[in-house]
């Protein structure tokens, strides 16, 4: 009968053998796992040994190569993936990578495909240990970088060309952060006007020679929401204080690349536009005194009457008082009463004279409150000279309760006795019954006073109403086509606005606006 020590040393071999069965699986199932995950990676992977022979490579390799596993196994360089003008390049980075000297960023390379299409690529190494902690080679990753590479090529070509053109213009621009002040970007003509290490410093100690008020801005920059992004922030014109130029400032606040609230700073130099507006002022300024010498020298027999009887008055009370002293049949009271007569016929003269020659002497623009009425009444003592010697009756109807206008007061009047004077001369063949001539105003609105100027005369015809305030277009036959042209400039120039309108009833009226002076309320 066996007994059981006889069963023991058969027992033990059938231990042992199932134990290394499971042992086995378990190998297989860690290395069909290790396998099945290196294979279904998107990463290539290549192993090499330490000649630089192909050992190991993945699916996702043999899918960006188009190359088998078999065709690549046991290759040592260089490798059929190499194309032959990257040859140098690519034997280069292997025998870094062999030397251990591979850098950690990886080395960006182009490699082909099985076709011949050539691809971009970065591949990183690692050292392949074994267990036992003894290297047998080097470990590679692949990344096909051909759409990213492509994509940061496209946005550098589109850097350079904005960079391009921006520098390109004449035109200053930077971008400065609104928090800290400091410079993110600069073209060249700010760089040319600011000095070319401008970018990484503070944007108000660089630009501090033409740099606006910190009360000129409408928002501050720095407090501005994201969700008041873009915001206009300054648009005015300024001096710099070193080299003299004038520049347009346009400011604006806007979301920088990363995120962060910036100003946009565009600064355009008017210099020469300036000087070219100064100068055309200037000759604005002659026209418009030539044109008042004209209407000066028109009315000049008009004048000379009109002068000529106070200063008649004045040598007929003189002369009788002469006689009548010499005679010695006099008294003090007649004398003084012919003396204050003639006293006040020499005002009189005077304020003719002095009128003229506020009319025709040069001045600068000088805008100052005054009432409608006073510069009404300062150009009927002039068109009441030429009303009488016409026969042509003056209306006016001005409200007591118009505001005041902020007018330049020579310029207005200037305005007024052009086109009342167009208007008396526009009645010189109508019946005296007919030759009346209005002059009314209202007010528009808060802002602006429209005055009227209303003839009877024939009229203007249709095509003449479009061209009637073109410089040197005339109706007249004597005309120099300046006058009405210089009026709208005027009117212009007070940010108003000059135009006619025909009557149905005959005649013409012209109406223009000016401002009114702005009222301050106490809250």
Excluded at 22 to 51: C, K
Aim: include cysteine.
């Amino acid at each position: 009968v066996p007994t059981m020590q006889s069963f023991r040393p058969a027992v033990r071999p059938r231990r042992h053998a199932f134990h290394r069965a499971e042992t086995e699986e378990q190998l297989r199932a860690a290395y069909a796992f290790r396998q099945a995950m290196s294979q279904s990676m998107v990463t290539g992977l290549r192993a090499i040994d330490l000649e630089g022979r192909i050992t190991f490579v993945n699916a996702a390799f043999c899918r960006m190569t188009g190359f088998d596993e078999a065709e690549l196994l046991g290759i040592a360089p260089p490798y059929p993936y190499w194309p032959e003008e990257e040859f140098a390049k690519l034997q280069h980075n292997i025998d870094v990578a062999l030397a251990g000297q591979a850098p950690a960023s990886g080395f960006e390379m182009r490699i082909m495909r099985k076709s011949g299409e050539r691809f971009d690529v970065r591949l990183y190494f690692s050292p392949l240990i074994e267990a036992d902690g003894k290297q047998i080679g080097w470990m590679a990753s692949m990344n096909d970088i051909t759409e990213p590479k492509r994509a940061r090529v496209e946005l550098e070509r589109a850097h350079e060309r904005f960079v391009t053109v921006i520098d390109g213009l004449d035109t200053a621009v930077h971008v400065a952060d609104a928090s800290s002040g400091e410079i993110l970007f600069a073209n060249r003509a700010f760089q040319h006007i600011f000095g070319f290490d401008s970018v990484g410093q503070n944007s108000s100690i660089v630009t501090a020679a033409c740099q606006p008020q910190s009360d000129a801005f409408s928002h501050n920059p720095a407090m501005l929401s994201p969700e008041e992004l873009p915001c206009e922030t300054y648009d005015g014109e300024l001096q710099h204080s070193l080299s003299g130029h004038w520049y347009h400032i346009h400011e604006r606040a806007i979301r920088w690349v990363d995120g962060r609230t910036v100003r946009v700073q565009i600064a355009a130099d008017i210099t020469d536009k300036k000087h070219i507006d100064d100068v055309n002022q200037q000759q604005q300024k002659r026209l418009e005194q030539t044109s008042r010498l004209i209407t000066m020298g028109e009315m000049a027999s008009s004048l000379a009457h009109e002068l000529n009887q106070p200063l008649s008055a004045i040598a007929n009370y003189c002369a009788g008082c002469i006689k009548r002293m010499h005679s010695g049949n006099y008294q003090f009271e007649d004398l003084l009463a012919a003396m204050q007569k003639a006293s006040d016929q020499a005002e009189r003269a005077g304020k003719i004279i002095r009128r003229m020659r506020d009319m025709v002497k040069k001045s600068d623009p000088n805008r100052q409150p005054v009432f409608l009425i006073e510069l009404v009444d300062e150009t009927r003592a002039f068109a009441d000279i030429e009303a009488q010697r016409t026969g042509t009756q003056i209306f006016v109807d001005i409200p007591e309760n118009l505001p005041k206008i902020v007018v330049d007061r020579i310029m207005i009047e200037q305005v007024l006795l052009n086109l009342v004077k167009n208007g008396i001369e526009s009645m010189l063949d109508m019946p005296f019954d007919r030759r009346k001539l209005h002059i009314s105003a209202t007010q528009l609105d808060e802002r602006m006073l429209e005055i009227a100027v209303t003839d009877h005369g024939h009229g203007l015809a249709d095509e003449d109403i479009e061209r009637i305030f073109a410089p040197f277009f005339t109706t007249k036959p004597e005309g120099m086509g300046i006058g009405l042209a210089i009026c709208r400039s005027i009117i212009e120039f007070h940010q108003g606005r000059l135009w006619v309108e025909p009557r149905r009833e005959g005649g013409t009226t012209f109406r223009f606006t000016v401002p009114i002076e702005e009222s301050n309320h106490d809250e």
